[in-house]
């Protein structure tokens, strides 16, 4: 059964199979027992997968010595060429699944009573006053007096760059690789590696593209000919521009932001696939014992033009919060405010969309909120700063006719009436959204394993 929910290639021998559909399992919230993914014990089997993957004894490929860094520089990927497109592709999410386990688990603690990890900041404790609530499971959370560190084996660019320089991964593999490696040398404070690694994601997603120089400026991630643009590059360019936002060169991340967003407009609407119906039989049990399961198709490569979805609708209200962000904080607040306005309705129209699936509206709402957030804070910035130049016109020698006075006073009140009305509405707004999201959490989840009514009573004051 097991095998037709997480398909494996055919030439995988049994304990590779095993590895592979155990990782997979545990980190699924619903299937793990825990609520939420238990990392340690997925980054346990990703290990193990990945050690069959690269064992000659297991019709692998030799790896060599895993060393995490010689010399200061990572070790590179192999050559899988002659494997099959069903290994290949198993083993890609092997190293995918190996760096997620890796960057979950930094900063997680053991719970040394039962062994049972937990992220740092869900710890009750005094040094963690403000701790993130925990996924909807009867299981607590451990006191700190009771936990230690857990070990996460390797750094997680150690994978990404093995991803990111394999021969024989597809270009949108390569791709995911170097920018996974970018992003983690980024939350570790190394931008220049960071930026060295977008740069190479540039030469994946533009290295099958004829006169690709002429669709997008590398140097920058400005796209040049949105019609063009392949759904690699449209990624590099992402990239790219929120590594100039994150470290505060927005004269460049507006440009590539704007660039992106464009591109994803010009492009064509893909027809929604619609999944052929099949009526089951009595006999359906008995082909799962004997039968194996079909693999997945063949993904996309990234190099063929990009195509939009109903789902890219989302992408867009991520990406319009982004540019209202950088908009209000070079001073245009007008714009910002705009911008981030436009994107909290389009975030919101995913998140009522009955027609999508549910993680994208899940991330529609996600969005929302966020926009909901920044928009408070530049509502409650700019109503100070309006109501205070109404107040200094109101103390000026100037007459009424020329806006000093008794005018400014008015002035003064019918503005903060004014922006007290709209940060109300945020707030009520803010608050449904919340309560949806909450609801969603609750009563959608599939783990059978805790108390909803229990948790949302010790949660509903913590998120509020």
Not at 27 to 39: K, M, N, T, V, Y
Not at 94 to 109: I, P
Not at 318 to 346: K, P
Request: net charge neutral; charged share 25%; aromatic share 10%.
């Amino acid at each position: 059964m097991a095998e037709h929910k997480y398909p494996t290639p055919l030439e995988w021998y049994y304990f590779m199979r095993k590895h592979y559909r155990a990782a997979k399992s545990f980190e699924d919230p619903a299937r793990s027992g825990l609520g939420q993914p238990d990392w340690v014990k997925a980054g346990r089997h990703w290990n193990l997968a990945m050690a069959g993957c690269e064992c000659t004894n297991y019709d692998g490929v030799e790896g060599g010595p895993d060393n995490p860094k010689h010399n200061g520089t990572w070790i590179q990927g192999f050559d899988v060429r002659h494997k099959s497109e069903q290994w290949r592709r198993a083993y890609f999410e092997v190293l995918m699944g190996s760096a997620r386990a890796a960057e979950h688990l930094e900063g997680w603690v053991y719970d040394t009573r039962n062994m049972v990890a937990w992220s740092g900041d869900q710890i009750i404790g005094p040094s963690n006053p403000n701790r993130k609530p925990t996924a909807p499971t009867g299981v607590e959370p451990p006191r700190e007096e009771f936990c230690r560190p857990v070990p996460y084996w390797r750094p997680a660019d150690i994978y990404y760059n093995k991803i990111a320089t394999m021969v024989g991964f597809t270009s949108s593999q390569n791709l995911q690789g170097a920018i996974g490696c970018g992003d983690w040398a980024l939350a570790h404070s190394q931008p220049d590696v960071a930026y060295e690694k977008y740069k190479q994601a540039f030469d994946i997603a533009t290295k099958n593209i004829p006169n690709a120089s002429t669709i997008v400026d590398t140097s920058t991630g400005i796209i040049q000919t949105p019609s063009s643009a392949t759904a690699n590059i449209i990624q590099a360019s992402t990239s790219m521009a929120t590594y100039y936002a994150q470290t505060n060169n927005y004269a460049n991340a507006l440009p590539a932001y704007l660039s992106v967003l464009r591109a994803r407009r010009a492009a064509p609407t893909n027809p929604p696939k619609t999944a052929p119906k099949r009526n089951k039989t009595i006999f359906d049990p008995l082909k799962m014992l004997f039968i194996p399961p079909e693999f997945p198709p063949v993904p996309p490569t990234g190099d063929e033009p990009f195509a939009r979805s109903a789902e890219d609708d989302c992408e867009d209200a991520v990406l319009m919060t982004y540019i209202g962000e950088i908009l209000y904080a070079i001073n245009d607040h007008d714009s910002g405010l705009r911008w981030t306005r436009d994107a909290i309705a389009q975030a919101e129209e995913c998140a009522r969309d009955g027609r999508l699936p549910r993680k994208v509206q899940n991330k529609g709402l996600e969005c929302a909120q966020i926009g909901l957030r920044n928009m408070k804070l530049m509502v409650a910035e700019m109503a100070e700063d309006d109501v205070q130049s109404a107040e200094r016109r109101a103390q000026s020698w100037r007459p009424r006719w020329l806006g000093g006075g008794n005018r400014a006073g008015e002035d003064a009140q019918s503005k903060t009436v004014m922006w007290t009305k709209e940060l109300e509405d945020l707030d009520e707004r803010s608050e449904k959204w919340r309560e949806e999201a909450l609801r969603r959490l609750v009563f959608e989840s599939k783990d059978e394993t805790f108390n909803p009514i229990k948790w949302l009573m010790e949660n509903w004051k913590r998120h509020g």
